[in-house]
């Protein structure tokens, strides 16, 4: 469940690429930082390293990585379908909005449909995940690996020319969403935690005590209903009685998936 512990922020050299890093996290709405040194104890810490950035908590550890955007990407490149971009069926020059912005891949994966002429605003109600995934997005190519397989190469240029069409907020998305003109974009998206335990990915697990469990809200259904020009799309555990509770058509496909996808169609 969400962890709104106060976080320990440490920076672990003093070079001026780190320096900015610390104090970008430090002005970060939402977050209760403690500074280094001032009451530490058995507080979770965020690490900004030469290496990245560490967000640890006892012995969990997560950092922003978009491995499942990647290898989603590359699968797209080679061709191939993805349920996602089906359901929410985004073109080039779309707005998105991702309600549920999590660890990002959905959005890169949206970012990347919608092409240089779109846009995807992408909100988190943690602020710490908020953090860590807009300054992963922001930092993106000092991750990217001298990939000499000509696909990964792609597929990575591809991520970071996307990670730069997505805009993070920090906010509950009801409330947000109030604030949107009416028909604004072409599709809002929800992926909110799911409401039954089910197996679920390893990309996911590290994001279960940073996120936000609550059940999606049907007020904010209705004003994505408002908001979106084209459709309204939700993905769920497979047979989740929320698709019929929120007013979603379930989309055929996926036979073998864990998961289905549900639009309404505005
Ligand atoms: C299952 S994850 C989304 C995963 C994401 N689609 C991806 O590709 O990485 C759901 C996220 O929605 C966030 N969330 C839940 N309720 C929210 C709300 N009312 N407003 C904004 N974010 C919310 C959670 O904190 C969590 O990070």
């Not at 006892?58 to 491995?67: N, R, V």
């Amino acid at each position: 469940m969400f962890n709104d512990k106060p976080i320990l922020i440490k920076i672990t050299h003093s070079d001026s690429d780190l320096l900015k890093r610390y104090s970008w996290f430090r002005q970060q709405p939402g977050c209760n930082w403690i500074i280094t040194g001032s009451g530490e104890g058995d507080l979770p810490e965020l690490a900004i390293t030469r290496h990245g950035v560490i967000l640890k908590n006892g012995a969990e550890q997560l950092s922003f990585h978009p491995s499942m955007a990647l290898i989603r990407l590359i699968n797209l490149l080679r061709g191939e379908s993805d349920r996602y971009l089906e359901a929410t069926q985004l073109k080039a020059g779309d707005a998105l909005i991702d309600a549920t912005l999590g660890f990002g891949s959905d959005a890169l994966i949206g970012a990347w449909a919608v092409g240089e002429k779109g846009s995807v605003l992408a909100l988190e109600q943690s602020p710490i995940l908020a953090a860590i995934v807009q300054d992963g997005l922001n930092h993106i190519t000092e991750i990217i690996p001298n990939a000499k397989n000509k696909d990964k190469h792609a597929a990575w240029a591809a991520l970071e020319r996307a990670s730069r069409r997505i805009e993070v907020h920090w906010g509950e998305h009801s409330e947000y969403l109030k604030h949107i003109p009416s028909r604004s974009v072409n599709v809002v998206y929800f992926d909110p935690m799911f409401r039954q335990t089910c197996k679920q990915s390893d990309s996911i697990l590290p994001l279960h005590q940073w996120s936000v469990h609550n059940p999606l809200d049907h007020g904010a259904v209705i004003e994505a209903c408002r908001v979106a020009q084209n459709r309204v799309v939700l993905k769920e555990r497979k047979n989740s009685s929320e698709f019929r509770r929120l007013g979603f058509d379930i989309l055929l496909g996926g036979r073998y998936s864990p998961v289905d996808y549900g639009v309404i169609l505005v």
